[in-house]
Nanobody
Framework: VQLVESGGGLVQPGGSLRLSCAAS????????MSWVRQAPGKGLEWVSA????????YYADSVKGRVTISRDNAKNMVYLQQSFLKPEDTALYYC???????WGQGIQVTVSS
């Protein structure tokens, strides 16, 4: 069972990033998926979730309107498109099954000028 995030990095305020998460070792299409982040010195914060078929999406108030979650069940991938990034979006971002039973290793997103 594996979840591997990619696409993070350093971006200027107002910029955009797309995080990707590749899933393997389980029946991806039967799991709702989530993104969770942890800012430096803070606890885990749920960011977004998507239903098994991608038809329903959910967002934290802190990112609503700036983030889009999507998935491709044919490719076993889930994505997080982030726009209008703010310094407070700086965090380690994790891909996880929505039951929190499977986690990726995390990918760093740093928003700074």
């Amino acid at each position: 069972v594996q979840l591997v995030e990619s696409g993070g990095g350093l971006v200027q305020p107002g910029g955009s990033l797309r995080l990707s998460c590749a899933a393997s070792g389980f029946t991806f299409s039967t799991y709702a998926m989530s993104w969770v982040r942890q800012a430096p010195g803070k606890g885990l914060e749920w960011v977004s979730a998507i239903s098994t078929d991608g038809g329903r999406t959910y967002y934290a108030d802190s990112v609503k309107g700036r983030v889009t979650i999507s998935r491709d069940n044919a490719k076993n991938m889930v994505y997080l498109q982030q726009s209008f990034l703010k310094p407070e979006d700086t965090a380690l971002y994790y891909c996880t099954t929505s039951d929190y039973g499977r986690w990726g290793q995390g990918i760093q997103v740093t928003v700074s000028s």
